[in-house]
């Protein structure tokens, strides 16, 4: 089992930046990819990006591109989530989540972590 917890969220005006962090903890050897996951009230859950910690390789979704940054401090198990010139539309709660496989593919992502909110105000 892996065990993920997220931090970092919270309240925001518009054009601002928060740092999302997810901590993994357990059997983080099956944790090569780690994402990030939001979903927004009455929406569907969408897939933010994630990172896979045997090549480096990053995937951000086209519409955070040049926006978000995801990176990774392999030694604490640690994923961070940079989100810079924030808009109303990334208000979500956020979810990390980890496991092995392809990086859209949803059942790659096994665990997942309770999630934090981001709230960003006009």
């Known amino acids: 089992q892996v065990q993920l917890v997220e931090s970092g969220g919270g309240l925001v005006q518009a054009g601002g930046s928060l740092r999302l962090s997810c901590v993994a903890s357990?059997?983080?050897?099956?944790?090569?990819?780690m994402g990030w996951f939001r979903q927004a009230p009455g929406k569907e859950r969408e897939f933010v990006g994630a990172?896979?910690?045997?090549?480096?390789?990053?995937y951000l979704t086209d519409s955070v591109k040049g926006r978000f940054t995801i990176s990774r401090d392999n030694a604490k198990n640690t994923v961070f989530l940079q989100m810079n010139s924030l808009e109303p539309e990334d208000t979500a709660v956020y979810y990390c989540a980890a496991g092995s496989g392809s990086f859209r593919e949803s059942a790659t992502y096994v665990y997942w972590g309770q999630g934090t909110q981001v709230t960003v105000s006009s």
């Open positions: 357990g059997r983080t050897f099956s944790s090569d990819v």
């Open positions: 990172n896979r910690r045997s090549s480096g390789s990053t």
